[in-house]
């Protein structure tokens, strides 16, 4: 009886890591690509060893809504929801902004969900650390974006991040690349 319900706890396991690794697959292949500015950080201590610690400028926007939402109506806007953005394109193609966070209203054609979570006094949207082959730092020095995938809910995958044009930073290895 006890293997059998190891079994079933194995299986279970593993049934849950095949779905969570597939709704991540499907985010990949049907997302909608944007990028996110980087807020700048202390170049010191933005390396350290072999990830780089992420923030995003939109967070601070969307801060800064929750925090003009709770002077307007006295209560808190919630520890987490959906704020809009909208690709804008500037400075970069596929570029994204924030517009303003989710009232109910219907999306415009051009508007999207990102997901937020408030922890304490700050907004987290996306990942929050980008690892990287140990040896390569170097060629992430520069980077501006943060690519994401983003789903219809708002939640996003880390596909790599971008320098000032954009463009996806790629080591000579191809070291490489996880977000947490």
């Given at each position: 009886m006890r293997k059998l319900y190891i079994l079933l706890v194995l299986g279970l396991f593993f049934t849950g890591y095949a779905v969570s690794v597939q709704?991540?697959?499907?985010?990949?292949?049907?997302?909608?690509?944007?990028?996110?500015?980087?807020?700048?950080?202390d170049p010191r201590a933005l390396l350290m060893g072999d990830y780089m610690d992420l923030r995003y400028t939109v967070n601070d926007r969307i801060h800064d809504a929750l925090r003009k939402a709770k002077a307007a109506s006295g209560t808190d806007a919630g520890a987490e929801g959906l704020a809009v953005l909208r690709v804008r394109n500037e400075p970069v193609p596929q570029a994204a902004d924030?517009?303003?966070?989710?009232?109910?209203?219907?999306?415009?054609?051009d508007e999207f969900y990102l997901a937020y979570k408030l922890r304490g006094h700050r907004v987290i949207t996306a990942a929050t650390a980008y690892y990287?082959?140990?040896?390569t730092a170097r060629h992430?020095?520069?980077?501006?974006?943060?690519?994401?995938?983003?789903?219809?809910n708002g939640k996003t995958v880390l596909v790599g991040l971008?320098?000032?044009?954009?463009?996806?930073?790629?080591?000579?290895?191809?070291?490489?690349?996880?977000?947490?």
């Open positions: 709704r991540m697959e499907t985010v990949l292949a049907e997302g909608k690509t944007i990028l996110l500015p980087l807020a700048p950080v924030f517009v303003r966070l989710d009232d109910g209203s219907p999306l415009r054609n990287f082959q140990e040896g992430y020095e520069n980077a501006r974006f943060g690519q994401f995938k983003v789903a219809v971008c320098n000032t044009e954009g463009k996806l930073i790629e080591t000579q290895n191809g070291g490489e690349k996880k977000s947490q």
